[in-house]
């Protein structure tokens, strides 16, 4: 055994707890509020985002996509543990907890269930999963709305339409699955009628597009409603001509981005304005 073998297996022995030394959190890791843990366990990894999604399963084959304030929590058993919980005895133990505050089981199957908490306000989802070595995971999301960061104005648009055709805009937003317009959506239809009434000759076509997720002749049904509701709303609030927009719904024909994880799903729900 080489000098350099001798030395690596001492390193990796030193980075070994010690005998019977209880195993500890990972850099600032700590428990979700809504839960203590169960005794002998640690945490492996954790993540917290100020906004994120996730689908949470809902019915065999049904998820539910939630979106706000996430976290991330895996739970190991301690290694000297002298008895490890089983999965069943874990997800009781989160199951009873969280009914205990006024929380529901809304669906349960194999390892792994899905749990929601309305009160005072707040709407929280847990996705949680345990297997029979005993490690479990939370995957939790406090329901709220994105807190909006980047605006695009008029003149943007203006600029994108003349370089390209055609602009994305972000800013309009509904609900899963639902076609009336989030109240947040108002800056930007606004800033859509500022430029139409900039360029009293410029006529667009209001363009819905979705996601992969769901049927297909849902999908083109859904983003034409989303585009009818975007036109309305600058008729109606705004007092553009209808003679100067058409509505049209793309459904997921025409995605700028894979639909394989939701970074790219997000970015294929949009509303476009495209030059006539």
Wanted: aromatic share 8%; hydrophobic share 40%.
């Amino acid at each position: 055994m080489t000098r350099a073998t001798i030395l690596c297996l001492a390193l990796q022995l030193l980075a070994l707890p010690a005998a019977g030394a209880p195993q500890t959190d990972d850099r600032g890791c700590r428990d979700h509020q809504l839960f203590t843990r169960m005794p002998d366990f640690w945490i492996h990894s954790c993540q917290e985002k100020g906004f994120d999604t996730h689908e949470f399963p809902v019915a065999k084959g049904k998820t539910e996509r939630v979106e706000g304030h996430m976290w991330k929590v895996d739970y190991y058993p301690q290694a000297d543990a002298k008895v490890r919980a089983s999965d069943v005895q874990i997800l009781r133990n989160f199951e009873n907890a969280i009914k205990r505050v006024g929380g529901t089981v809304v669906y349960a199957d194999k390892g792994r269930q899905t749990l929601r908490l309305k009160k005072d306000g707040k709407e929280i989802w847990v996705d949680m999963w345990a297997e029979f070595t005993s490690k479990h995971g939370l995957f939790i999301i406090e329901k709220a709305a994105m807190e909006q960061d980047v605006m695009a104005d008029a003149t943007a648009f203006a600029s994108d339409l003349k370089t390209s055709g055609h602009v994305a805009v972000y800013g309009i937003l509904f609900d899963t699955n639902k076609s009336e317009l989030k109240a947040e959506s108002e800056q930007a239809i606004a800033e859509v009628a500022k430029l139409l009434k900039s360029d009293a000759g410029l006529k667009l076509f209001v363009v819905g597009h979705t996601d992969t997720v769901g049927n297909v002749d849902a999908n083109l049904k859904l983003s034409q409603a989303r585009a009818e509701a975007v036109l309305q709303a600058l008729v109606r609030k705004h007092g553009i001509s209808t003679g100067r927009l058409r509505a049209f719904g793309a459904g997921a024909f025409a995605p700028v981005a894979s639909n394989d994880a939701e970074e790219g799903r997000a970015k294929n729900r949009r509303v476009e304005l495209v030059k006539q």
